[in-house]
């Protein structure tokens, strides 16, 4: 029996029945192993002795770690099949180690897809733990760790910000900027010259082109009251030109585009985003079988395999027809790109997203269906279109209209292209002439960038080097959680807190937060995985500086002054102050840790009109166990309470007293009848149930 340990349980069922009953496929969760938090300033490493390491078994993680030891000692052979990027090479190396295994001769397993094809080929070609993939990972977490804990601490104390890091620290710079770029944003007056011409019976827009002076743009009032001024009755066509244009198709996703496209076309955050495609990717139960449906989805990389090349352009020719086979778009990855992994794109040409829709949930069909078509479309004949272009002119005012008609419609065969639709040019002549129906001139204002979506950050994380594919979505999340942004339908709105982290950052630790430090350390990274340098001197580097920085800002940061409420502790009478928290503002004693008081979060006061009895303080509404009720708003010093008037029903006169009634009651076993008159009358009666009819 062989054991193979791969990373998502979602896995272990599919490549289990791929690889046949001589085989185990356990999951390892994630991560195992971790950076202790023990050591000088907690940080695991142990700076003094070349920044060695010491990692522990994650708590949640132990279980795990037992299970595989226990099957690895029964095993023939452990074959470890994590994922294949930076992060899946370490969690292999990491098993390795805690399981005893050989490091430089265990078979490491890689794949980009989770079909029969793809796991018998890896099995075919096993290949060792990269030593030097692990080094730049495991760099990458002792430069993380140092600069999160010690950056951290220092904020946390002088500024009561939660965290800050080498990534999520240069992304909050760039959030933070833009908003001081929209805050100083002048706006500018420019004027619209609306005008339509009767074409036929149809009141068509034309488009401005420039005035009588020849100037496109139209910058103030008394010169648009020119124009309009100028304005005959109607438009002569003064040109006619017929053009060909070509639109090409667009290259595969990666990670990054597909986030931003699916926060254009789904309105998906990047994690959900990132969630419904991890799941597309670790395979869905079509027709009884579960089948990984894309490839690997952490890639900075357009590029196609030739396997997949060669499927995609016999499935083009069986299903649109030869003619539509396009040519193979060269990539266009940025020098930061790693080009490790294909595109994005689907395992099967054949499995159409109509043909699996039924397996999907709706939000997995429809990025099911993103990728599919862009990952085919890029392999197809660009779109050609046909454009009429007719210049009309009116005073000596310029105006353009154009038609546009598809000669060839290319990829856009996809998506189920009607030639029956197809639009036939007017036929014009130069100097017909066409009644102006209406026209207008509309005062308006330049406005301020607007504020970036999640989509938009991850791109500029991409564009800027800041981080890796696996990371933009965790950046954004952490982001939110330190409440430094929030988010509302997917736009990003930095907090006062986030503004307040990010000026301070910027101040102290400039190129800490500098989006070219972040990318030329991305840049240092990759060389360790290269060969071209040791992961110890690019801590060294890093280090001495880095620490005289922090040493800095001990001494020269200020001291964020605490928010005073006004009121006083009900323990301990120190004054309650403001503090910032995981869910946001709270209300505490500054007396802490000397005292613990933390203030209820109290809903605003819905006052009666009416006064406490007691005290002659206003009577106000409360609630207590989803029960309101009316008390004086002078709890705890008065503690009215104002009792409602019940209707009572009287059932029948007590048998017992003169003026007494019974009325029905509640006991301690249950209801019965008893008298108003009790205590003074003990009178109760059993309440007979009434008996079912058969």
């Given amino acids: 029996m062989k054991l193979v340990i791969v990373e998502s349980p979602t896995k272990c069922n599919t490549i289990q029945r791929y690889l046949g009953d001589n085989y185990i496929v356990k999951a390892s969760l994630g991560h195992v192993r971790d950076l202790a938090t023990s050591g000088k300033g907690g940080l695991g490493v142990d700076v003094e002795n070349n920044f060695t390491p010491t990692y522990i078994i994650n708590k949640d993680k132990k279980g795990v770690v037992a299970e595989l030891k226990e099957i690895s000692k029964k095993a023939d052979e452990v074959i470890l099949a994590t994922d294949p990027d930076r992060e899946g090479e370490a969690i292999a190396w990491?098993?390795?180690?805690?399981?005893?295994?050989?490091?430089?001769?265990?078979?490491?397993?890689?794949?980009?897809?989770?079909?029969?094809?793809s796991i018998s080929e890896a099995m075919e070609n096993p290949r060792t733990i990269d030593l030097k993939l692990v080094s730049s990972q495991e760099t990458r977490r002792i430069l993380d760790r140092i600069?999160?804990?010690?950056?951290?601490?220092?904020?946390?104390?002088k500024i009561h910000s939660k965290s800050a890091g080498r990534v999520q620290s240069a992304t909050l710079k760039i959030i933070n900027d833009h908003e001081y770029e929209i805050?100083?944003?002048?706006?500018?007056?420019?004027?619209?010259?609306n005008v339509q011409a009767l074409f036929g019976k149809e009141e068509t827009d034309i488009k401005f082109v420039n005035d009588f002076n020849?100037?496109?743009?139209?910058?103030?009032?008394?010169?648009?009251?020119?124009?309009?001024?100028?304005?005959?009755?109607?438009?002569?066509?003064?040109?006619?030109e017929k053009t060909t244009r070509v639109a090409e198709s667009k290259l595969p996703f990666t990670t990054s585009s597909l986030q931003q496209e699916a926060f254009t076309r789904l309105k998906f955050s990047t994690a959900k985003t990132s969630s419904v495609s991890q799941s597309l990717y670790e395979g869905i139960l079509v027709n009884g079988e579960h089948v990984g449906l894309i490839t690997y989805i952490r890639t900075d990389s357009t590029r196609l395999s030739p396997v997949y090349i060669a499927r995609a352009e016999k499935y083009i020719e069986e299903a649109y027809g030869k003619q539509y086979i396009g040519s193979v778009k060269k990539s266009k990855n940025s020098a930061l790109a790693q080009d490790a992994h294909e595109a994005i794109r689907p395992t099967s040409n054949h499995r159409t997203p109509e043909s699996v829709r039924q397996f999907l949930t709706p939000d997995q069909y429809n990025l099911y269906k993103l990728?599919?078509?862009?990952?085919?479309?890029?392999?197809?004949?660009?779109?050609?279109?046909?454009?009429?272009?007719?210049?009309?002119?009116?005073?000596?005012?310029?105006?353009?209209?154009?038609?546009?008609?598809?000669?060839?419609?290319?990829?856009?065969?996809?998506?189920?292209?009607?030639?029956?639709k197809e639009d036939v040019f007017p036929e014009y002549n130069i100097g017909d002439s066409?009644?102006?129906?209406?026209?207008?001139?509309?005062?308006?204002?330049?406005?301020?960038?607007?504020?970036?979506?999640?989509?938009?950050?991850?791109?500029?994380?991409?564009?800027?080097?800041i981080g890796r594919p696996s990371t933009y979505a965790s950046t954004i999340a952490t982001l939110k959680k330190r409440h430094y942004v929030t988010e509302e339908k997917g736009i990003l709105l930095i907090t006062e807190q986030g503004r307040k982290?990010?000026?301070?950052?910027?101040?102290?630790?400039?190129?800490?937060?500098?989006?070219k430090y972040t990318a030329k350390m991305e840049e240092e990274l990759d060389k360790i995985e290269e060969g071209d340098v040791?992961?110890?001197?690019?801590?060294?580097?890093?280090?001495?500086?880095?620490?005289?920085?922090?040493?800095?800002?001990?001494?020269?940061?200020?001291?964020?002054?605490?928010?005073?409420?006004?009121?006083?502790?009900?323990?301990?009478?120190?004054?309650?102050?403001?503090?910032?928290?995981?869910?946001?503002?709270?209300?505490?004693?500054?007396?802490?840790?000397?005292?613990?008081?933390?203030?209820?979060?109290?809903?605003?006061?819905?006052?009666?009109?009416?006064?406490?009895?007691?005290?002659?303080?206003?009577?106000?509404?409360?609630?207590?166990?989803?029960?309101?009720?009316?008390?004086?708003?002078?709890?705890?010093?008065c503690k009215y309470i104002e009792k409602k008037e019940v209707e009572v029903k009287f059932i029948k006169k007590c048998p017992e007293c003169e003026d007494g009634q019974l009325i029905k009651k509640r006991g301690k076993f249950g209801y019965f009848l008893g008298c108003t008159n009790y205590p003074k009358c003990q009178h109760i009666e059993q309440i007979k149930k009434k008996r079912a009819h058969k």
């Fill in 434 to 465: 066409f009644d102006i129906a209406h026209k207008e001139m509309v005062q308006k204002f330049t406005t301020p960038p607007s504020r970036y979506s999640e989509a938009k950050i991850v791109k500029l994380m991409e564009e800027l080097g």
């Fill in 94 to 117: 990491h098993l390795a180690t805690v399981l005893g295994l050989n490091v430089e001769n265990n078979k490491r397993l890689e794949f980009h897809e989770i079909t029969r094809d």
């Fill in 534 to 637: 040791t992961s110890l001197k690019i801590l060294q580097d890093f280090y001495g500086p880095f620490i005289k920085m922090i040493d800095s800002g001990y001494e020269k940061m200020y001291v964020d002054e605490v928010e005073p409420t006004g009121d006083l502790c009900p323990k301990c009478g120190s004054p309650l102050i403001y503090k910032l928290g995981k869910n946001g503002k709270f209300v505490a004693c500054s007396n802490y840790p000397k005292c613990n008081y933390v203030q209820k979060e109290q809903k605003e006061l819905v006052y009666t009109g009416g006064t406490c009895p007691d005290c002659g303080s206003p009577l106000v509404e409360r609630e207590k166990n989803g029960k309101k009720f009316i008390a004086c708003s002078n709890y705890p010093k």
């Fill in 183 to 193: 805050e100083s944003f002048v706006p500018e007056e420019y004027w619209e010259i």
């Fill in 214 to 240: 020849g100037e496109k743009e139209v910058k103030n009032e008394e010169q648009a009251s020119k124009i309009i001024s100028s304005l005959e009755d109607k438009v002569t066509i003064s040109a006619i």
């Fill in 501 to 515: 982290t990010a000026h301070i950052l910027d101040k102290y630790f400039p190129s800490i937060v500098n989006a």
């Fill in 371 to 420: 990728i599919y078509i862009r990952a085919l479309s890029s392999l197809m004949k660009p779109k050609k279109e046909e454009v009429l272009t007719i210049t009309l002119s009116s005073g000596g005012n310029v105006f353009k209209h154009e038609y546009v008609r598809t000669i060839f419609p290319g990829y856009e065969i996809i998506n189920k292209y009607d030639a029956s």
């Fill in 147 to 157: 600069i999160g804990f010690k950056l951290s601490a220092l904020i946390n104390r």
